[in-house]
């Protein structure tokens, strides 16, 4: 059995969970949501810089090739720290 694809994911994981932890936090969840634009490019240069948005592309195109399973992992991270909170007025 080749466990090098879940390594991997383990590793997209872990490092997701500490920049959403670092970032997303509920005060600036808070300041983001109250924004003009509601969109935290502070967070999504850190998860370009750490290579978290190509992980799901295919290796030829620049990514890890991780596919719908990096995705996945991607989206549950986030989902741990954005989705919890009700920030403010919609």
């Known amino acids: 059995m080749d466990f090098s694809q879940e390594e991997e994911l383990e590793a997209v ?9 670092d970032r ?3 005060e600036r969840l808070r300041e983001v949501e109250t924004s003009p634009s ?10 370009a810089s750490a290579g ?7 290796e030829q195109d620049g990514g890890a090739g991780l ?3 990096g995705l996945c992992v991607l989206l549950q991270e986030q989902g741990r720290r954005v989705a919890p909170y ?5």
């Open 13 to 21: 994981r872990d490092l997701a969970r500490e920049i959403f932890t």
């Open 52 to 58: 978290l948005l190509a992980a799901v592309l295919p």
């Open 67 to 69: 596919g719908t399973a």
């Open 86 to 90: 009700r920030c403010g007025p919609r």
């Open 24 to 26: 997303a936090t509920p």
């Open 38 to 47: 509601r969109v935290d490019e502070h967070l999504w240069d850190d998860l």
